[in-house]
């Protein structure tokens, strides 16, 4: 059993969003549009992300243009050290972790089962989150595409490349995660089988697959 990370087991958006909106209104305070600054932040979130994953900049540097790109739609002046500045970011990030209420007890309920991560964020971060939000005894390899041959979610050789790293074929493998395109839909055409934590209650699901609304009722759908 394989589960997505950020917005399933741990609360990226929560975090993100408060460290982004702190991290605005410590340089800018009193700024106007300071309750604007946590959406703008998670929009730009993919199309710099994919940049990434796709080759064309590096991690670092996706992180630098994402930056200024929001100091550019907020009227700021872009800091003259990117990259310290989005060490600021990170660090008020980190002092939000937490993964989700539902998770730990799902995964332990789990137990008898082979459990992974498979996520589309960089290595080192998304074990580090694993270890501060203390799963890592309850999942065992975390998998991205920065281990998978450079293949990420949606790419079908990211789930076929997952299931072989468990020593099983795509169809022996489950996908648990909240986004259609990279958790649920994604997965299916290489047979594996996906459920959708639908937290925000944005369904129904496509047709043939299962909706969860929490972790807590995966337990019992597995077990069915």
């Not at 994402?66 to 008020?92: K, Q, S």
């Not at 971060?125 to 390899?141: D, F, H, N, S, W």
Request: charged letters at 20%; hydrophobic letters at 45%; a negative charge.
């Amino acid at each position: 059993m394989l589960f997505d990370l950020d917005g399933t087991l741990f609360d990226h958006r929560g975090a993100a969003d408060a460290a982004i909106t702190a991290w605005v209104a410590r340089r800018f305070p009193g700024h106007p549009r300071l309750g604007e600054a946590a959406a703008i932040w998670a929009a730009l979130e993919a199309p710099y992300l994919a940049m990434w994953q796709e080759g064309r900049c590096s991690v670092q540097e996706q992180r630098r243009l994402r930056l200024a790109a929001l100091c550019d739609e907020l009227a700021l002046p872009v800091p003259g050290d990117l990259d310290a500045a989005y060490d600021a970011f990170a660090t008020l990030y980190r002092e939000h972790w937490a993964a989700f209420p539902d998770a730990a007890g799902a995964l332990a309920e789990l137990g008898g089962y082979t459990i992974g991560v498979l996520t589309n964020g960089t290595l080192p971060m998304q074990e580090a989150k694993v270890r501060a939000i203390g799963l890592a005894g309850l999942v065992g390899p975390v998998l991205t595409g920065e281990v998978l041959g450079g293949h990420f979610k949606p790419a079908p050789a990211c789930y076929t490349g997952a299931a072989a790293a468990l020593g099983l074929p795509p169809q022996e493998v489950l996908l648990v995660g909240d986004d259609l395109d990279n958790d649920v839909t994604g997965p299916a055409v290489t047979g594996m089988r996906s459920i959708w934590l639908d937290r925000l209650t944005a369904g129904p699901p496509p047709d043939g697959f299962p909706r969860i609304t929490s972790l807590a009722e995966l337990p019992p759908l597995v077990a069915r």
